[in-house]
Nanobody
């Protein structure tokens, strides 16, 4: 499956953005999906995950209560709604697909999209 993330940009602290991840070339609903991010000079870190149906989600502690992951299987698209953004959320955000449709894990993803840059100004 091929993944393409988009929707990044420049936003002020306290603002919001919605990232999208469009999938093609596979059966989208057979994958669980995840979002990751990598800030300058830091390792990539897990942000959020959702199972194939959307019935189960998982979040990093740093984004709980501010970010929401969702998906629309009819549109082959996963989303990451980011609210109350902070300067420390600045990073390149990546979406990824996991072959286990029930997984909401932080590692073991099989397919990755290119990143989209989110910059949060203070």
């Amino acid at each position: 499956v091929q993944l393409q993330a988009y929707g990044g940009g420049l936003v002020q602290a306290g603002g919001y953005l919605r990232l999208s991840c469009a999938a093609s070339g596979g059966t989208f609903s057979s994958y669980s999906m995840g979002w990751f991010r990598q800030a300058p000079g830091k390792e990539r870190e897990f942000v959020a995950a959702i199972n194939w149906s959307g019935s189960s989600t998982n979040y990093a502690d740093s984004v709980k209560g501010r970010f929401t992951i969702s998906r629309d299987n009819a549109k082959n698209t996963a989303y990451l709604q980011m609210n109350s953004l902070k300067p420390e959320d600045t990073a390149v955000y990546y979406c990824a697909a996991h072959r286990s449709p029930w997984a909401t894990v932080a590692r073991g993803y099989d397919f990755w999209g290119q990143g989209t840059l989110v910059t949060v100004s203070s």
